[in-house]
């Protein structure tokens, strides 16, 4: 076999080893906090997982007088003839003690040896185990992910994270599309009105959901203030609403206030996309009469479908894993858990209930919509993305 | 040279003569009760020189509990740390039996409201803890309620639909959807209970829990409710005649009242077939993992010292919590305090008449988690009591049936 004259160069080798040496310290960041906990939580899906006290192989078995044993045990005293047994087994007598009884079970503990015992009684017999506790995994095949779907609480966040996506990412691109076709005309104060519209996007996002809580306040919130204001106009008199506290409207919340957040970051990407059409088109356009509707939607539309394309795929993966959004807007997962998202769920199943193999499947299931529908974008949809040549 | 030997001589020498141990002591008090933490540290490691504790403030509770977990996962927890019983459940075969390590009188000691074993063992004690309480404005209802009829009598007296759109502009009381431990001292004081004794069977749905969901919804009809503090709404100067709040809130609910302008002050709950009042708040347990038996003995001291009589008054004193041990509350010193603060005695009496903890079943925390949603459709009449309780409970049921 014949090695290609590219890979036999000296100088190739060079430069690819300097390229990694370069990429290395990335991939380790990204290795430890990223790649290592995606590949865990599909291991931990199929696992039950708890902190527990597991046996190990059995060091002796006692049948006949067991209860001097347990009733020694039971005050927290170590029966003489266990010591010995346990000092056979290769346990230092001094450093071992008691840490914990209970009926039938009873654990040991060898400092020296950094070993722990678990007697325990089983049937007629006591059972003495090389034991360690630690956070044990268990198999259970596809338990958590038939959980996952049995709990009235996991299709209820799919439904409201699929309500929010679909309503939040095509309304942002739409008005990021048409701030952008404002922005493009020559206007007095460009540079302005960019700035301002990207401050939402560097703003850290809990500091703007604060400041969000306080629009949204029922008495002395900015919006209830204009709805109340306008409505008060026209003579008309409305009850204030409790955007916070009423299940109808926590969703809407959320999501005007993502619009928000987002648009003028998309903006600005769609306005440098709007800019890089070459000007030749449009001029050749209006020499055959294009009215300006119509240069739009002929023209820069098609050769902003590139943009259009990476604000779609990054939005679609942004807003479905929403979460502290909801964290903090509502200080829990809203009224009637009208708020409550795919990543909300999975948070409370882990830190507050402790179930984290449960936790770890709905997030692989989260991983699995956005891998299909990403799959779906950069082949289906990508068709229809022009790019300028 | 001879300098650096002179030194290394030294700190050999100190080493021999001096066997210490170190144990570290994971915690979430922050500002004030994290200062007076560390100064009751400090004077425990004076009083034991051979002790160092290594105090960590991990953040808030949610950041301890993050980091608890990890630590745990990883085999490597702190000997002592600050946790709430539905974190200790998580990992009881971790923690060491307390009632090996710590003298009988010490745990004697411990007040009987905060009497809890996991699985038969005493494995925490109780720390910082705080219990419902009534809060009220003395200008709108002059003598506050002692029973629940007065409690709707004088709260429903109070709310108004003051512009006349159909919805109360001021209230009689209020609650808050994530805070079922209010449903829970109704459900309490009513005879009633999450699960009978021996947890086999879901009682929560019996006379005494419709009872006490009957009357909760009632008082929704008069009351505030939204899922911020009630003290957020005080501040912006709303008017409630009365609500159940914790102890620990006490300092937030004056601040607010102050802002607005209002009076406000403190009561006992009103009691209907008992006094009952939920506890809330951390405890302290051992961790054996990685831990020596004399750094567990060490913790144990540093136990037995914060639940030492004078210690618990000035950590009660300094941090509005409860003190919680019966030397204690006896003690002169906290008894002069209740007389110079009417606050502390109404916790004091309140913790006295009827403090109860947390239900410990290892899934106590999903259980929880249907109380906010059904406590929440209580408060806001979506269905009937007894249809909101009987649904509560098939789901109670088939949660500890799995």
Redesign the interface.
Known sequence: MRIPAHLRSKRFWGETLEAYLFLLPILLVLGVFTFYPFVNAFVYSLYDI????VPGPVVYTLTEGIETWTAQLAR?RLPEDLVEVLERAGASRE?L???????TRW?L?D?ENQQEYIVVKEGDALLVYRAT???ALSPVGWDNFRTAFRDPDFPKALFITLKYVGISVPVTLALALLIATVLNQALVGRAFFRLAHFLPYITPIVAITMVWRWIY????GLLNYIFSSVAKAFGA???LL?W??DPQLALPALIIMNVWRFVGYQALILLAGMQGIDREYYEAARVDGAGGLQVWRRITLPLLTPQIFFLLIISLIGSFKIFEEVFVL???PG???AGLTIVYYVF?KA????HYGLASAASVILFAIIFALSLFQLTVVQRRVHYER | MRRMGVVLLVLALGSVGFAQVTISFWHAMSGALGETLAFLVQKFQDEHPDIVVDLVYQGAYSALQQKLIAAVAAGQPPTLAQQYENWTTQWLDALVDLDLFLPEEVLNDVLPAFDQKFDGRIITVPFNKSILVLYYRPDLIPNPPTTWEDFERLTCAIAKDTDGDGVLNEYGTAFRPPNPEIFLTFLTQAGGAILSEDWTEVTINNAAGLEAAEFAARLAKCALVQSAYISDAIQKGIVVGAWIDTSAGYTYNMNAAKTAGVPLAVVPLPCYKNCASMIQGTNLAIFSMNQSKAQIEAAAKLIAFLLREDNIVEWAMKTGYVPVTKTAVESQAWQEYMEANPYARVMTEQLLAGGFGQLLHPKYMDIRSLLITYWELLLKGEGTPKEIMDALAAEIESLISE
């Open positions: 708890r902190t527990r006290t927290g450093s003690w008691v840490r914990l009884r209970q009926t654990v503990k400092d506790t630690q956070w306040d029922r008495d002395v008199n409305v009850s409790t916070l506290d509502f200080m829990g009224p009637q858990k409370t830190f507050d209930s402790g």
